[in-house]
């Protein structure tokens, strides 16, 4: 006999009903958030209600208040916030340009020291350490 509680398990696993609007999804990340704190590990409403939930409530005249309350109290942190988040997007983009500049420079470089073997091997014997002026003195 096909017991009829393990094909129940079975789909309770791969769905999962929002609380809010009753839809049965499935249960994957694609539906709902995740949250660590609940034992399913996903939020018990689904995505498209938080976010149909979100707009209405931003629409909200008191929210709205309050949104542009907490912007003038904290207008010069929100304001320093951006500006480093900024200056962290900026400090990447020179970091790679300043790669790539040395990159391009070794490049050349290494192109240039194929090209000039000879003048190199010159530059490197005229480059050997002089005796000091001690032990000529002393000579
Ligand atoms: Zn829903």
């Known amino acids: ?4 509680g393990d094909n129940k398990t079975e789909s309770a ?3 999962k009903v929002c609380t809010k609007c009753q839809k049965e999804l499935p249960m994957t990340v694609e539906f709902f958030s995740r949250d660590r704190r609940l034992k ?3 939020r018990s409403i689904c995505k498209s209600c938080i976010k149909k939930w979100r707009v209405e409530y931003l629409k909200k005249p008191e929210v709205k208040e309050r949104r542009r309350e ?3 109290e904290n207008r010069e942190q929100i304001i320093k916030n951006k500006k480093q988040y900024r200056n962290r997007i900026k400090a990447q983009k020179m970091k790679v340009e300043t790669e790539k500049l040395h990159e391009q420079y070794w490049e050349a470089y290494s192109r240039w020291k194929a090209a000039h073997k000879e003048y190199i ?17 002393g000579e």
């Open 1 to 4: 006999m096909v017991s009829m």
């Open 13 to 15: 696993k791969m769905k």
């Open 40 to 42: 399913s590990g996903l």
């Open 70 to 72: 907490y912007y003038i």
């Open 121 to 137: 091997q010159f530059l490197v014997s005229t480059a050997k350490p002089v005796q000091s002026t001690e032990s000529y003195k």
